[in-house]
Nanobody, 120 residues
Framework: VQLQASGGGLVQPGGSLRLSCIAS????????MGWYRQAPGKQRDLVAL???????NYADSVKGRFTISRDNAKNTVYPQMDSLKPEDTAVYYC???????????????WGQGTLVTVSS
């Protein structure tokens, strides 16, 4: 079981970027899927979260600029990041709560980080 993140890169302030994260392997169900970020010298913080039913939660710093969505059939979560600012520069990590069997427990999994740099 793994989470594979992609889509990071260099973008100018005011620009947009779309990340994606695919969960693969022997997965029975996925509850929450989300994105977190860690800037140099800082802790990893939640950016956006989406539950299996579609309920979303955003960090105050990205509300109105980022939109998280998921495709349950593809086990994929996407954050659309618009109006990017230099302070959005960080390594972005995807995370998900995965269930491997019917009525089994959910376990947290992390994908590898992908670097987003917002700079002119």
């Amino acid at each position: 079981v793994q989470l594979q993140a992609s889509g990071g890169g260099l973008v100018q302030p005011g620009g947009s970027l779309r990340l994606s994260c695919i969960a693969s392997g022997s997965i029975f169900n996925i509850n929450a899927m989300g994105w977190y970020r860690q800037a140099p010298g800082k802790q990893r913080d939640l950016v956006a979260l989406i539950l299996s039913g579609g309920t979303t939660n955003y960090a105050d710093s990205v509300k109105g600029r980022f939109t998280i969505s998921r495709d349950n059939a593809k086990n994929t979560v996407y954050p659309q990041m618009d109006s990017l600012k230099p302070e959005d520069t960080a390594v972005y990590y995807c995370g998900a709560d995965l269930q491997m069997r019917y009525n089994g427990p959910y376990y947290p999994y992390w994908g590898q980080g992908t670097l987003v740099t917002v700079s002119s």
